[in-house]
Each structure stands twice: as structure tokens, then as C-alpha cells.
């Protein structure tokens, strides 16, 4: 992960250059992110290790994978911007858009897959803050307590 992070600057100041009209293009910063030495080789790398369900998965994806801010949420908020910048580009032919989306889509859906089996394999306390943790747990514990809302036909206004 070390090594994904290292390479976020460089391409947060090529984002940062982008604009809808300009020179730079979300394409631009794509291929930079896809260099040898980019975001991506190092990302692959690291989401590479194997998928969730294989033997030793849990042990392997403790040291590949980190969460926060030292970990993939800068990955994913360099994506998302990536993609915001991509759709408001008007310099983007519908295939280069197309190939920012597909290749944007070929390290979100692994992120996601190994983020989904995290969230899976442990209770919501290891992950969520604090008070949201105890909410979580509080509601799971005292489940009759509170009240259950339904939805009334009186609530919605006739048209």
C-alpha cells in the first residue's frame, strides 16, 4: 500500500489540472496513473493476492490490504474524482470515455469485492466509528425497544 500512496500526489496534481476544456483530459491522467511506475501497477499488485473464499484469504488480505486514510480511501477518492472530472469532460469522445470507465471499473470492483469481505468476516465494532458501532450493536441487542415505523396512506398527499 506504501507504494500506492506514494504515487498519489503526482496524479492529484495532474487532476487538479484538469478542466472540461483544457489540454488535460481525465484520459491524461488515466494513462499517468497506468504507467509502469503508476497508481495502478502498484494497486493491482495489491488487490492481486487472491479472492475472497480461498484457503488463507484472511491472513493474506491483513497484510495487503489497509483501510482509512493510510489505506484505499484515497485510492477511492482519486477514482471518484477521476470519474466526476470524466463526466464533465467535453473533450472526451464516448470510447475514451468509455475506456476511463472500464479501466476506473477494473480496480473499483476488486476494491470492492475485498472491502465487501472485510465487512463480512468482522462485526461492525473492528470498522465503524465509535458511536456508530455502539448504535449498531444497540439496536442489534435491543431490537424491541424501539419503535418500528410503518408507512401510512395518510402520510402521502393526493394529487
Known sequence: MDDVLATMPSHLRLLKKVNPEGLWTPLHVLEAAMDVDGMFSHLNLVLGFGDPGDEGYDATAATFI??????????????????????????????????????IDAV???????????????????????????????????RSKFAVRAVSPSLFLSG
Not at 85 to 94: C, E, G, H, I
Open 66 to 103: 489497509r483501510f482509512g486514510r493510510y489505506g484505499l480511501h484515497p485510492v477511492i477518492d482519486f477514482l471518484y474524482q477521476l470519474y466526476k472530472q470524466a463526466m464533465v469532460s467535453k473533450v472526451l469522445t464516448p470510447d475514451q470515455l468509455r475506456v476511463v470507465c472500464t479501466h
Open 108 to 142: 473499483a470492483i476488486p476494491m470492492n469485492m475485498h472491502i465487501v469481505a472485510f465487512r463480512a468476516a468482522h462485526v461492525r465494532d473492528v470498522y465503524d466509528p465509535r458511536p456508530v458501532g455502539f448504535l449498531s450493536r444497540m439496536l442489534e441487542v435491543h
